[in-house]
C-alpha cells in the first residue's frame, strides 16, 4: 500500500492537484506516525486499516461540524479528504451482506443476551475488518441481541 500512496502523491504532483496531495501526504504522515508510536518498520495491514478508519471517522465528524456551522468550505475539504482515504480502504459491504454476517456470527458464537456483544464484535471486526462501519453494525448486534431475532 505504501508503493501505491507514493505513486498516487507523485500523480498528483505532476498534476499539481493541490487538494488531493494534501490529503495524500495526511495519510502517509499519519501511517508514518503510527509506525513510530509502535516502533516498527511497515505497519501490519490491521494497523494500516485502523489508522484509516480512525482518520475517516475524525474527517466525517468534522465534515458534520463544519456543517452545522455553515462553513462550507471546510465541509467541502473534509469531503474531498474522505474520498482520498476512502480509495485505500477496502470496498464497504452492503447493508444486506452485513446483516448476514452479523446474524451469521451471532449464530456460530451462541450469542443470546446484549453481554455477548463483545464477543460478536470480536469476530466481526476480525473476519470483516475494514469492511464494515464498526460503530453502526455494534448498534445492530446489540438490537438483535435485545429482541433475541438472532
Known amino acids: 500500500m505504501r508503493d501505491r500512496l507514493q505513486q498516487e502523491i507523485k500523480a498528483a504532483l505532476r498534476a499539481q492537484d493541490k487538494s488531493r496531495l494534501g490529503a495524500l501526504r495526511l495519510i502517509s504522515a499519519a501511517l508514518q506516525e503510527r509506525e513510530i508510536a509502535l516502533r516498527t518498520d511497515t505497519l501490519s495491514e490491521a494497523d494500516t486499516l485502523a489508522t484509516l478508519q480512525k482518520m475517516l471517522k475524525q474527517r ?4 458534520a461540524v463544519y456543517a452545522k456551522a ?5 465541509e467541502r475539504q473534509e469531503t474531498l479528504e474522505i474520498a482520498v482515504i476512502e480509495e485505500f480502504l477496502p470496498k464497504q459491504l452492503p447493508a444486506e ?10 449464530k456460530d458464537v451462541g450469542a443470546s443476551s446484549p453481554r455477548d456483544l463483545g464477543k460478536v464484535m470480536a469476530v466481526l471486526k476480525e473476519r470483516y475488518a475494514g469492511q464494515i462501519d464498526f460503530a453502526q453494525a455494534s448498534g445492530r448486534v446489540k438490537a438483535l441481541l435485545q429482541s433475541g431475532a438472532a
Open 60 to 63: 466525517r465528524e468534522a465534515a
Open 70 to 74: 455553515g462553513r462550507a468550505d471546510l
Open 97 to 106: 451482506e452485513v446483516e448476514r454476517a452479523i446474524t451469521g456470527i451471532i
